[in-house]
């Protein structure tokens, strides 16, 4: 059974880090494409970042410079450093991994954690 669990999240002010882990069994991470998404309640999930199977990393142009997603496949784990945060990033950040596949992709999600950044 595959499960992502993401734990890091909590309240911070403006200008100020967190961390977020994704820890991941039943999968080995370096086969999957790693991403970190969010959500906010009345808008659709957004991808934050991604770190594909060769370790190429993509970001939303809203948190360039100030996320980095890293991965540890010893651990089997997902990291997302958050730097600078704004009101903006108030969300519920999710991890996910994705693998193409015959028939279909492999998809799994974890359960969310929730970053609120206010004063």
């Known amino acids: 059974q595959v499960q992502l669990v993401e734990s890091g999240g909590g309240q911070v002010q403006p200008g100020e880090s967190l961390r977020l882990s994704c820890v991941a069994s039943?999968?080995?991470?370096?086969?999957?494409?790693m991403g970190w998404y969010r959500q906010v309640p009345g808008k659709q999930r957004e991808l934050v970042a991604s770190?594909?199977?060769?370790?190429?990393?993509h970001y939303a142009d809203s948190v360039k410079g100030r996320f980095t997603i890293s991965r540890d496949n010893a651990k089997d784990t997902v990291y997302l450093q958050m730097t600078s945060l704004k009101p903006e990033d108030t969300a519920v950040y999710y991890c996910?991994?994705?693998?193409?596949?015959?028939?279909?992709?492999?998809?799994?999600w974890g359960q969310g954690t929730q970053v609120t950044v206010s004063s």
């Open positions: 996910n991994a994705n693998r193409v596949a015959e028939p279909n992709d492999l998809d799994y």
């Open positions: 039943g999968i080995l991470v370096n086969f999957y494409v």
């Open positions: 770190i594909s199977i060769g370790g190429n990393t």
